[in-house]
């Protein structure tokens, strides 16, 4: 972020230094204020997510484990054959302003979990260790799909509350100590000058009175 400034010593620009710096004080409140309140929003949706991936975790540890037990016993052929009929899933997304941050919501998801009798296999030749891997797998999905717009939303925070930051940091300790050096330095040498004509004014009327 740079800001051009004439820093020839006027009172015209003096003013506006001094206008700049105020408004510049005033971005740095408003920043500083937006930051917190995404930081809210960022804690507000934190635990749900913790808990949302704690789930995650469970259904992972029961899906991969499972799934090895159905190859172990029954082969891939069979572990296979539990995915028919193939189908197409899909999910409505819409999308939604979070702190003018563009972020998306699923408003409509398939139920992905089926019961032996959607999959359209025959109960003998379908072994149990199959059903189950594939149910697991199924739950896992499930919950990443709906986990899914929290952690983009998340993600979506983080990012504006470091850049926020870095627009804050940019101002106090770039933008603002300039504008204030270049204040102070116009209005010591507007100073200076003021008293230096103020010599100037006595010295020319004692010597007229003389």
Known sequence: MRYSLDSRPTRLNLLRSRRRLD??????????????ALVRELLGHARPAVDERERIGHAAAAAYPALVDALGQRGSSDVLATAEPVRVVG???????????????VSEAPTLERTLEARGTAPGPTGAASVEAAQAF??????????????????????AVAQTSRQVRA??????????????????????????????????LRHREQ
């Open 171 to 204: 101002l106090e300790r770039r933008v603002e100590p300039a504008l204030t050096s270049a204040v102070s330095t116009m209005t010591n040498l507007l100073d200076e000058r003021e008293r230096e004509e103020h010599m100037r004014l006595r010295h020319f």
């Open 138 to 159: 199924e739950t896992l999905t499930q919950l990443l799909i709906e986990a899914a717009p929290r952690e983009m939303l998340l993600r979506r925070l983080g990012q």
């Open 23 to 36: 408004r510049v004080r005033e971005g740095a409140d408003l920043l500083r204020r937006k930051r917190e």
């Open 91 to 105: 999910v409505t997304v819409r999308s939604a302003q979070v702190w003018g941050l563009a972020v998306g919501s």
